[in-house]
């Protein structure tokens, strides 16, 4: 069986990437494993933040490798916080953190669209020529108090408008299903099939 390494160290993100590839003839395997910190995000984009941490994450492991880079983006403040969703309200960041201040920053103000994405990577080597990329967008709107308890993240003030619930009050199994990471993984759950059923 084949071993890959998720490039996170967030336990919750970890936990969504096994259920959604656990059909497939691979082991998951968090870097965490290796004893592999998290590699510097320096790019303005999902995709270019997702690329490079899965080339380090095989880089440093030798075995191929998925990383995502997925985050929150607000119509009215010009997409932010956008890749900088995990530390919005600074460096010694958390989640009450951000979600204060989202809440803050859209104070008053009647547009509250807003959309999660994530982007997806997968690397065979360090220098695979050819990443496997992978999308997902889930379109909803921010609320003005936080609703349920399940999820991370923005999870309690993201709306989504399919169901009118927030994110945070789905069921994981429902939720897998309509996120962005659930949209990007099911995605690259059926090139990963593809290209593990080839090598049988």
Same mark, same amino acid.
């Given at each position: 069986?084949?071993?890959?390494?998720?490039?996170?160290?967030?336990?919750?993100?970890?936990?969504?990437?096994?259920?959604?590839?656990?059909?497939?003839?691979?082991?998951?395997?968090?870097?965490?494993?290796?004893?592999?910190?998290?590699?510097?995000?320096?790019?303005?984009?999902?995709?270019?933040?997702?690329?490079?941490?899965?080339?380090?994450?095989?880089?440093?492991?030798?075995?191929?490798?998925?990383?995502?880079?997925?985050?929150?983006?607000?119509?009215?403040? +010009?997409? #932010? $916080?956008? /890749?900088?969703?995990?530390?919005?309200? =600074? !460096?010694?960041?958390?989640?009450?953190?951000?979600?204060?201040?989202?809440?803050?920053?859209?104070?008053?103000?009647?547009?509250?669209?807003?959309?999660?994405?994530?982007?997806?990577?997968?690397?065979?080597?360090?220098? +695979?020529? #050819? $990443?496997? /990329?992978?999308?997902?967008?889930?379109? =909803? !709107?921010?609320?003005?108090?936080?609703?349920?308890?399940?999820?991370?993240?923005?999870?309690?003030?993201?709306?989504?408008?399919?169901?009118?619930?927030?994110?945070?009050?789905?069921?994981?199994?429902?939720?897998?299903?309509?996120?962005?990471?659930?949209?990007?993984?099911?995605?690259?759950?059926?090139?990963?099939?593809?290209?593990?059923?080839?090598?049988?």
């Amino acid at each position: 069986m084949t071993k890959i390494v998720i490039a996170t160290s967030n336990e919750k993100k970890l936990a969504e990437i096994k259920a959604l590839l656990s059909e497939l003839p691979i082991e998951i395997v968090p870097q965490s494993q290796f004893g592999i910190e998290s590699c510097a995000e320096p790019f303005n984009t999902f995709i270019e933040n997702a690329l490079v941490k899965a080339r380090f994450a095989s880089k440093e492991t030798s075995f191929p490798a998925i990383a995502d880079d997925s985050g929150l983006c607000v119509d009215s403040l +010009d997409g #932010q $916080p956008g /890749v900088f969703s995990a530390r919005f309200a =600074g !460096e010694n960041r958390n989640d009450e953190g951000n979600n204060d201040k989202l809440l803050d920053d859209l104070n008053n103000m009647e547009d509250r669209r807003a959309h999660y994405y994530c982007a997806i990577v997968f690397v065979r080597s360090p220098s +695979d020529p #050819q $990443p496997i /990329v992978t999308e997902g967008i889930w379109q =909803g !709107e921010i609320l003005k108090v936080r609703r349920g308890h399940n999820g991370f993240g923005y999870d309690p003030i993201f709306m989504d408008y399919k169901t009118d619930q927030s994110a945070a009050e789905l069921s994981p199994e429902l939720k897998n299903r309509i996120s962005h990471r659930g949209q990007a993984l099911q995605k690259l759950k059926q090139k990963l099939k593809i290209l593990y059923e080839e090598k049988r």
